[in-house]
T-cell receptor, first 116, second 114 residues
Framework: GAVVSQHPSRVICKSGTSVKIECRSL??????MFWYRQFPKQSLMLMAT?????????EQGVEKDKFLINHASLTLSTLTVTSAHPEDSSFYIC????????????FGPGTRLTVT | QKEVEQNSGPLSVPEGAIASLNCTYS??????FFWYRQYSGKSPELIMS????GDKEDGRFTAQLNKASQYVSLLIRDSQPSDSATYLC??????????????FGKGTLLTMNP
């Protein structure tokens, strides 16, 4: 149980284009979904928190107009990196949590984005 | 500012021995505590959760929580080469009606001595 998928697993795009990453909870309904970014050999950095049907809450320093988050249902959240630049190249990981279970977070396998 | 502290390591343990990973946290109101394992290039995987003082065992893993000392640890018995990874301690504050974000430590790198 508690499986989270992400698609795509790897994407290469040109500078200036936009990329959409999907995160799905496959066998449970997620109260909340989270989006993280991780640079090589660095810690996880929380970018934003999203609840189904409401606007995402972004962490300080994360540009909400650049990283668009849509949480359309209890099993699907998307992150769109708009006008991507090489410095946006990173490992993007989503997680999903369920209330009533100590708010354990289950992570997707991640999406490796490379912007050329 | 909520903080979770871990020794970055690397912690080198002989194969078959017990690995002991430690974590301290600053928010005394924290309610939930988690250990994640992250292999290089992969996403974190939840391996243990603990909510009350004492020990919790699951297979070769034992989590220990001491809220008075604001301390949580993970013991791995009979360490195997597959245990070589970075172990992340995470704490959930469960305060103020927030979205129950996790605060992560920077992780401890565990490696096996052959």
């Amino acid at each position: 149980g508690a499986v989270v998928s992400q698609h795509p697993s790897r994407v290469i795009c040109k500078s200036g284009t936009s990329v959409k990453i999907e995160c799905r909870s496959l066998d449970f309904q997620a109260t909340t979904m989270f989006w993280y970014r991780q640079f090589p050999k660095q810690s996880l950095m929380l970018m934003a928190t999203s609840n189904e049907g409401s606007k995402a809450t972004y962490e300080q320093g994360v540009e909400k107009d650049k990283f668009l988050i849509n949480h359309a249902s209890l099993t699907l959240s998307t992150l769109t990196v708009t006008s991507a630049h090489p410095e946006d190249s990173s490992f993007y990981i989503c997680s999903a949590s369920v209330s009533g279970q100590g708010y354990e977070q289950y992570f997707g396998p991640g999406t490796r984005l490379t912007v050329t | 500012q909520k903080e979770v502290e871990q020794n970055s390591g690397p912690l080198s343990v002989p194969e078959g021995a017990i690995a002991s990973l430690n974590c301290t946290y600053s928010d005394r109101g924290s309610q939930s505590f988690f250990w994640y394992r992250q292999y290089s290039g992969k996403s974190p995987e939840l391996i243990m959760s603990i909510y009350s003082n004492g020990d919790k065992e699951d297979g070769r893993f034992t989590a220990q929580l001491n809220k008075a000392s604001q301390y949580v640890s993970l013991l791995i018995r009979d360490s195997q080469p597959s245990d070589s990874a970075t172990y992340l301690c995470a704490v959930n504050g469960n305060s103020g009606g927030s979205n129950y974000k996790l605060t992560f430590g920077k992780g401890t790198l565990l490696t096996m001595n052959p």
